[in-house]
């Protein structure tokens, strides 16, 4: 079973609870060890990052505390272009809401399709609660 480490839990800090709850479970179920990179976000880093192409929108759920970006970690870094390492924290995290009764979606699959390999804007960390049970 994984921890977080201190970072970790400090980009938990300002997030809903419900998604907190969800990211506490799922670390304790995943089988690929995972750090939480960002939580809740402020608008002026958020311009910053539609600025540079690292998002597409100015209405992340990032700024109300509605998302969390947790990325796998392999021997104390993170395996950016390994898909399948995301997707075991994705796994973990849909099996941690599910038991939680939270409804969730992954930046991996917007289309909620259960595929990664047709989306235009692959954003394997994100994790969001959804608009229509929490906007
Ligand atoms: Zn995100």
């Known amino acids: 079973m994984f921890r977080f480490s201190k970072r970790s839990e400090e980009n938990l800090k300002g997030v809903n609870p419900a998604l907190v709850k969800v990211v506490r479970r799922a670390i304790e179920l995943t089988t690929v060890d995972f750090m ?17 192409g690292t ?4 209405s992340s759920r990032h700024l109300t505390g ?7 970690l392999v021997k104390g870094s993170i395996p950016w272009n390994d ?6 924290v994705s796994d ?6 599910k038991e939680l009764g939270v409804k969730i979606r992954w930046g991996g699959d917007w289309n ?3 595929r990664s390999d047709d989306e235009k804007f692959y954003d394997g960390p994100h994790f969001e609660l959804r608009r229509q049970d929490y906007p």
């Not at 998002?55 to 100015?58: G, H, N």
């Not at 973990?92 to 809401?97: I, S, V």
């Open 112 to 114: 909620e399709n259960g």
């Open 55 to 58: 998002s597409q929108t100015l």
């Open 83 to 88: 898909k399948s390492k995301f997707k075991a």
């Open 92 to 97: 973990a995290m849909f099996t941690a809401a």
């Open 66 to 72: 509605h998302a969390v970006d947790c990325a796998p």
């Open 36 to 52: 939480v990179i960002e939580g809740l976000r402020t608008q002026e880093r958020q311009r910053q990052l539609v600025r540079n």
